[in-house]
């Protein structure tokens, strides 16, 4: 059954059928954590192993870099610095030459189960134990996980990111109206069967933003939880034309009193120097440029030719406001890395819709999530960074 939108309204009402039944960053107004600078990528032996032919990645996989301190967890060569390992697992994980490496084996219940949860959420399969673990099922069990039962609670991170999707973090809001899967993470019948044992009439909503291929296993989810997949028509290609409700206009879009679809578009202008933009050398050009099994110099001509030109959009970008709790859930719009916040620079002139919306909470795609103290905190740091990239970019 499709959702229903009703396209007469200044705010589309989408209709869900009736229902049946933790890395975080605490930012300042005034800190240096507000701001990012552009990382440059710089070629190294590891990233040009990952970068070679199949059977040369294939032999980079379970070797041990000498990165990582003895013991039984270790990171192999085929990492692509996504950072998820790093943000689930801090006491263990942390970035060494531009990708992960343990720095400390687990000395605790907590930090293994920490640990077990990263390796099973990376995805590029970088992480291993010397020999199986014996508890790995036992933490397959806690996917989807509770990201803070206090403070959010039935808000979910359900773990298994997906190559396909670049390594993104999908996330699942249990609530009376319908659960909700946002973005797609990798299948397994395993996570299939948890989530469907936290409730009935799953809506998947895809973000998307400039990868229109971004996208995972959506259609394996919808096969397996009868959900609906929710995309800006902008976005949808042959993919994803089967998806059940494609999002038209410019919204915003409510599922409910308590969901709104906020549309994030990228038309920025950028000054691109000599056809190379600041992203293209950036931190996720390099995540990107590793990833195996992929033909990045392909998709690496085609993002500069279609995103980077000086009048570049994306036109089907969607972040997921929760009211209730005050979270905003922006996909590959706004994320958070180790260094600050970051942004495609074609969004840019989006995040001033942002200051519109009352939200303590930022949960990405991609990188960390950000809590602000009140909205006022939220807008001061918004503001600062988007005249700072525009700074940069102009």
């Known amino acids: 059954m499709a959702v229903n939108i009703t396209a007469n309204l200044r705010y589309p009402e989408v209709v869900l059928p009736p229902s049946s039944f933790g890395g975080r960053t605490r930012l300042?107004?005034?800190?240096?954590?507000?701001?990012?600078?552009?990382?440059?990528?710089?070629?190294?032996?590891?990233?040009?192993?990952?970068?070679?032919?199949?059977?040369t990645r294939f032999q980079a996989r379970r070797m041990r870099r000498p990165q990582n301190i003895e013991g039984e967890f270790f990171v192999d060569h085929?990492?692509?610095?996504?950072?998820?390992?790093?943000?689930?697992?801090?006491?263990?994980?942390?970035?060494?030459?531009?990708?992960?490496?343990?720095?400390?084996?687990?000395?605790?219940?907590?930090?293994?189960?920490?640990?077990?949860?990263?390796?099973?959420?990376?995805?590029?399969?970088?992480?291993?134990?010397?020999?199986?673990?014996?508890?790995?099922h036992q933490a397959q069990k806690t996917f989807p996980t509770p990201i803070d039962q206090q403070r959010i609670p039935g808000v979910y991170h359900c773990g298994y990111h997906s190559e396909k999707s670049y390594g993104a973090a999908s996330f699942l809001i249990v609530r009376p109206e319908g659960n909700i899967i946002i973005d797609s993470p990798r299948y397994t019948q395993r996570l299939a069967h948890n989530i469907d044992m936290l409730g009935e009439h799953v809506t998947c909503f895809l973000p998307m933003s400039m990868m229109k291929d971004d996208v995972a296993d959506h259609r394996k989810w919808s096969e397996k939880l009868s959900c609906d997949r929710i995309l800006h028509s902008g976005d949808v290609d042959n993919s994803t034309a089967d998806v059940e409700t494609k999002l038209q206009g410019d919204g915003?879009?409510?599922?409910?009193?308590?969901?709104?679809?906020?549309?994030?578009?990228?038309?920025?202008?950028?000054?691109?120097?000599?056809?190379?933009?600041?992203?293209?050398?950036?931190?996720?050009g390099r995540l990107q440029s590793r990833l195996v099994g992929r033909d990045w110099n392909?998709?690496?001509?085609?993002?500069?030719?279609?995103?980077?030109?000086?009048?570049?959009?994306?036109?089907?970008?969607?972040?997921?406001?929760?009211?209730?709790?005050?979270?905003?859930?922006?996909?590959?719009?706004?994320?958070?890395?180790?260094?600050?916040?970051?942004?495609?620079?074609?969004?840019?002139?989006?995040?001033?819709?942002?200051?519109?919306?009352?939200?303590?909470?930022?949960?990405?795609?991609?990188?960390?999530?950000?809590?602000f103290k009140d909205r006022e905190e939220k807008n001061s740091i918004l503001k600062a960074f988007v005249e700072e990239k525009y700074s940069q970019y102009r």
């Open 28 to 55: 300042k107004a005034n800190s240096k954590a507000g701001k990012i600078s552009v990382i440059k990528a710089i070629q190294t032996q590891e990233e040009a192993a990952v970068a070679a032919p199949t059977s």
């Open 78 to 136: 085929t990492c692509i610095d996504c950072d998820t390992c790093r943000w689930m697992a801090p006491q263990v994980f942390t970035r060494i030459g531009e990708m992960s490496a343990v720095f400390k084996q687990p000395t605790s219940g907590q930090e293994r189960l920490k640990a077990l949860q990263a390796l099973l959420s990376c995805p590029t399969s970088s992480i291993h134990t010397e020999k199986p673990a014996p508890d790995i």
């Open 252 to 284: 915003p879009w409510n599922l409910g009193e308590d969901v709104q679809l906020i549309h994030t578009p990228g038309h920025t202008e950028l000054k691109v120097c000599g056809g190379e933009p600041e992203w293209g050398k950036g931190e996720r």
């Open 298 to 371: 392909d998709r690496r001509e085609r993002i500069r030719k279609d995103c980077f030109s000086p009048e570049s959009r994306t036109t089907g970008s969607v972040c997921l406001f929760y009211k209730p709790l005050k979270i905003l859930f922006t996909g590959d719009h706004l994320v958070m890395t180790e260094t600050g916040l970051s942004i495609f620079p074609m969004q840019l002139d989006s995040v001033l819709k942002l200051l519109d919306l009352d939200f303590n909470w930022i949960i990405p795609g991609h990188g960390r999530r950000v809590e």
